[in-house]
């Protein structure tokens, strides 16, 4: 009962993919219009304004080199690396999958894990936050422009009328909710910090609803069932991905000197992706189209993957720590360890 409390989520994810595809006929009576995803989105969109610590990045500039590398990494190399490494399984891979895996090269890094993460190994965790925040803040404009600029890159251009109102759809349900969100910060800080967990979990909860309405929309179209047979490909193509990304900002870092603690948060900064923005974006970027389910499975596979990565990682870190190792975060392997 303790490991499924910790992980609720991660089964609650497998349980909304499931439940998309029973309830794929079903899906239409639940989500008339799709009124009810785009009320559940507003509100995810909301509680993000809420949470955000928007405030936290003018209050920590003390380590510029960090937090331009960081940002760079986040919103330039990571979707170099996607855009120069999947023409080359261009044939395996359908064309569908291919814009999810841009849609999650794209996204800014987590919120909250990788702050946890951070502060558990020992690593520079104000940088953490204000990394978070700046990423996840610029993430509200860059990231669909990006996604439109890689998928058009890959000759798979959406026409531009459909890419003004993608983006008109965009600013209506994603910017109003987080401006408003913001703004009720301003007024409701230290209530926003104080119950900051229970506005996880209810965004969480949410996250869950939008899988499933997601799933049951794609398990719905009669094709999806040769996306099934074509999962194992791009599975172990993510997997290598978040390593080789994770080796190359540890190599950044060491190539600009960063200090110990400061490499630590590169480490769990620099390669992770945020599901709880990632999610309700892709659900208005890709709005009534039945590639949605589809988009959204690399973002579900990479997930668990970068969770249970830095859980090892941490667990690496904190050993070396304690056998007196001072070059805990230079030898760190994302092979080694146990789980989170």
Known sequence: MSWLKKNWFLVGLLIAMVSGFLLAERGALLNPGGW??????????????VKLPSDRIRQDLSTPRLHVFLQI?????????????????SEAFDGQLIVGIFALAVLPTAVSSCIVFTQNAGGNTVAAVFNAALANTA?????????????????????????????????LNMLVPIVIGQVL????????????????????????IVVVFAFARTGANPNFARYATELLGPLVYLLA?????????????????????????????GPEKTLALGAPLLTIFFAGQDILGVA???LVIYHPWQLFVAGIMVNRINHKRALGGAGAAETTSPGSGTEE
């Open 241 to 269: 991905s978040h390593l080789i990304l994770i080796a190359l900002v540890l190599l950044g870092a060491r190539l600009l000197k960063l200090g110990h603690e400061d490499r630590i948060t590169a480490l769990f900064v």
């Open 296 to 298: 959204l499975l690399p």
């Open 139 to 171: 993430g509200i404009f860059l990231s669909p422009i990006l996604l439109s600029v890689l998928i058009s890159s890959s000759g798979r251009a959406l026409p531009m009328s459909q890419l003004l109102d993608t983006l008109q759809g965009l600013a």
């Open 185 to 208: 910060r301003l007024r409701m800080r230290a209530w926003a910090d104080r119950y900051s967990k229970h506005l996880g979990v209810a965004s969480n909860v949410f996250i869950l």
């Open 36 to 49: 009810t995803n785009r009320v559940i989105v507003f509100v995810l969109f909301l509680i993000t304004g």
């Open 73 to 89: 990494f986040i919103f330039v190399v990571t979707p170099l690396y996607f855009l120069t490494a999947v023409p080359l399984f």
